[in-house]
Each structure stands twice: as structure tokens, then as C-alpha cells.
């Protein structure tokens, strides 16, 4: 009773519950995980994990990694983005009556209508993903409002909403967002639209209101422990070279233009003594242009100073080997798994909700791990591994994309590190 997106084979999945109900009927459902296929081709920053983030923690994270905000703005785009297409903000009424609860159309899994702000919701994702919604859901609100000189109509504030959503999706600064970042962003958005006269209402009033609504979302604050050499924002290609020099290597990653210019991802990378070219996970030059192609900004906010010899280049550890560590950890994760679900007695819990939520984090971790498993026993050991280097490490890792995770099998040690890479 489950429904995902998988970014390595740009899949979308719906569960059937045991043939009962198809999840792929409810709209809602259907565009929410749209929505993460849709951002992650927009900025795949937003779902990469690193050490570099502001300590929101989501499940499926390797210790040490997070996402910042990253994880719950993408649930938070999913659930708006339904809420704007079809102009209801009851996220899938027809999923409740599986929770126990009566079908009603004023009751659904979540309400973008909301006034939430981060004070009163936790760090799990979908939680925390609601007040994201929300504010969109407010900025759509205040469009149709009668206060406004000229209200637009309730469909006309909807798509103008849809405009600023996917706007803003190519204005972060940074893979791992804090709250403000994102305010910045749908602000920058805003700006974008104005530009290519694509707004259609009064600039400054609208970022005076979205401004106001995330002091009272508490969406305000920079929170975040990064020093501030780490903060840096040039106006140009040569104001970055001047600080950190040009024997820094990048490779164009991803490109998105949008209504208001055109944003430019460049993957960090560092090559070995040996000629080796391999990426740092989580690094990256992120270039935002105006629509004339002017540079906006240049944000070197992901961006790693690593000198040459930096990287310990050790290789004790061969591929196959790794993926013999790999495969063995993935069985590990498999079996047990299947064995926490065939063991589960509702008993053991407080009620059904948290029986059922068991179940369902257990067959998910499920999947993922027969995937893994799937994928790393018709592995071709003859194939040029891809090796990478890891948040909070210097040793080069070999990566195994298998299906909904990753392993990073360190080419020294042998230590294996596993991360889901899918959007439940």
C-alpha cells in the first residue's frame, strides 16, 4: 500500500494492496510522486545527501548525511502540486478509509490549507513536508484574495501559483537548503517570472507577502552551522576563481531553463595521480543565468577547496570484492526484513496505525533490498567500476547503483555504506 519514485530508473511505482485498491486510480497520489520525478529533473541537487546540511535527518539517510530541508520540500512540492492541479487541497480522501477512518471529502492523508509552521511539526519528511505546501497554498490564497487591488480567479491564482512552484525549483543555492534558502528561492522565482513579464501582478506586493508569510511559518531563519566561508555567492566566474582558484574540476551535470533565466549544476570532481577522474558526492558549481544569459550568481556554497594529494588514493580492496561485501550486506538487509514482517504481531503495538506503519516500512525496506540483491548478482565484474569520494571521508569509494540504493564500498577499507535513493 505503497506508492514511490525511483530516480536511477526514472520509475514510478503504485502498490495495489494485494489487488484491492490500485493507487494509481487517486490523482492525488499519482501527481505527488509526478512531482518527485518532476523536481528531480528540474534540480537533482535537492535529493542528494551529503554531511553539508542543516541537520534534518530523513529516513534512508547514512549516519552523519542529510538532506537539509531538501527531503521535505520535495514532499512538500509533490503534495502542492496536486493540491494546484486540481484546486483542492485534501490530499487523497479516497486513501483514509484504509487508515480506519470514514470516506469524507473534507478529510484526507494531509491539508495543504494550513497555517503549520516548523515549530509544530517533526523532522519526518511528509510531516515536515506540510508547511512547505502550505505556503504555496498561502501565496495561491493571497492571489484570489478580495484585499488584493485586482484578485485573479480561484484558477487564474492556482496556475499563477503553479508558475512560482516550478520557478523557484532552479533558484536554490545550494543542494542542502535551509528554510531561508527556500524562501530565497521562491523570491528569486518571483524575480524570474517579473522579468520575462510572466508575473502578471505586482512584484513587490507579492514578495512583501511571501516574505511576511515566512516569518510567520518561521521560515526565516538561516539556520544552519556552516562557517561563513561556506556562504559564498559571486556575481561572476572570475570573482569564484579569484577566491578558490581555477584548479578546481567540474563537469556540466544538469541544465534547466525556466521561465526567468536558465540554472547551470556542475559536478565537482578531482583527479587522481593515476589520471582517474572520480565525482565527490554532494559537490557541485551551481550557475544561474537571466534570460539573456547574463550570470546571476555563482554559488560555491557545495563547492570543496580539495588540493591536489588530498585524497588518499588507496585500492587494497578490488571491485569484485566489493560487491561481494555489498551483496552480502544487501541478503543481510533482505532476510531480516522478511523476517521483522512474518514476526510482527499486532500485539506488540500501541494500535493498528503504528502495526500497519511497521509493516509498511518493513516492505519497503524490503523491496529495496531484493532489488539490491538482484541487481548485485548479475553484476558484470569485468565492467570499469565508478569510484567516487564520500561526504566526511578522503578514501575513494567504489559506487553500486542498485536499483533503490546505493553502496559505497571503500577501495581501502572495504567498509560498505548503504543509502536508499528513492522517494517514498
Known amino acids: ?216 511559518r518561521g521560515l526565516n531563519a538561516n539556520i544552519s552551522p556552516l562557517p561563513d566561508e561556506w556562504d559564498d555567492i559571486f556575481t561572476s566566474y572570475a570573482d569564484f576563481e579569484k577566491k578558490f582558484g581555477n584548479d578546481l574540476l567540474f563537469t556540466p551535470a544538469q541544465k534547466t531553463e525556466y521561465l526567468g533565466g536558465t540554472q547551470e549544476i556542475y559536478q565537482q570532481q578531482y583527479k587522481t595521480s593515476r589520471g582517474e577522474v572520480v565525482d565527490l558526492v554532494g559537490r557541485a558549481l551551481i550557475v544561474n543565468k537571466d534570460a539573456r544569459g547574463n550570470v546571476v550568481s555563482v554559488s560555491a556554497r557545495d563547492v570543496l577547496p580539495v588540493k591536489e594529494g588530498g585524497i588518499n588514493e588507496g585500492t587494497n580492496v578490488s571491485f569484485r570484492t566489493a560487491s561481494t561485501i555489498a551483496l552480502a550486506d544487501a541478503q543481510k538487509k533482505y532476510y531480516s526484513t522478511k523476517r521483522a514482517m512474518m514476526a510482527a504481531n499486532p500485539a506488540q503495538f500501541r494500535n493498528n496505525d503504528q502495526y500497519y506503519d511497521y509493516l509498511a516500512k518493513n516492505q519497503m525496506d524490503y523491496r529495496i533490498a531484493e532489488a539490491a540483491v538482484n541487481s548485485l548478482n548479475t553484476a558484470k565484474f569485468t565492467e570499469t567500476p565508478k569510484m567516487v569520494v564520500l561526504p566526511n571521508s578522503n578514501d575513494l569509494h567504489y559506487e553500486m547503483k542498485v536499483g533503490m540504493a546505493i553502496y559505497y564500498v571503500n577501495t581501502r577499507t572495504g567498509e560498505a555504506t548503504f543509502k536508499k535513493d528513492v522517494f517514498i
Open 1 to 216: 500500500m505503497n506508492a514511490w519514485y525511483s530516480p536511477q530508473n526514472d520509475d514510478l511505482t503504485f502498490g495495489t494492496n494485494k489487488n484491492k485498491w490500485h493507487l494509481a486510480s487517486d490523482s492525488d497520489i499519482t501527481s505527488h510522486e509526478a512531482g518527485h520525478m518532476i523536481l528531480d529533473h528540474i534540480n537533482k541537487l535537492l535529493g542528494v545527501w551529503s554531511d553539508r546540511g542543516v541537520g534534518i535527518m530523513d529516513e534512508g539517510a547514512p549516519e552523519g548525511w542529510s538532506r537539509g530541508e531538501g527531503g521535505a520540500i520535495h514532499e512538500g512540492f509533490g503534495d502542492v502540486l496536486a493540491a494546484l492541479l486540481y484546486n483542492d487541497p485534501e490530499m487523497s480522501e479516497d486513501f483514509v478509509p484504509f487508515l480506519g477512518r470514514g470516506e469524507s471529502k473534507k478529510d484526507g492523508l494531509r491539508n495543504v490549507d494550513n497555517n503549520l509552521g516548523l515549530k509544530d511539526v517533526s523532522t519526518e519528511v511528509h510531516d515536515r513536508g506540510q508547511v512547505y505546501a502550505g505556503f504555496f497554498w498561502a501565496i495561491k490564497k493571497y492571489l484570489m484574495s478580495d484585499d488584493r487591488p485586482f484578485p485573479l480567479s480561484d484558477r487564474e491564482a492556482a496556475d499563477l501559483t503553479l508558475k512560482i512552484l516550478m520557478a523557484h525549483a532552479s533558484n536554490y543555492r545550494t543542494g542542502r537548503p535551509t528554510p531561508k534558502d527556500f524562501v530565497d528561492a521562491v523570491l528569486n522565482g518571483v524575480d524570474g517570472l517579473a522579468s520575462v513579464l510572466q508575473l502578471g501582478v505586482d512584484r513587490n506586493e507579492l514578495k512583501s507577502f511571501i516574505t511576511n508569510e515566512a516569518v510567520k
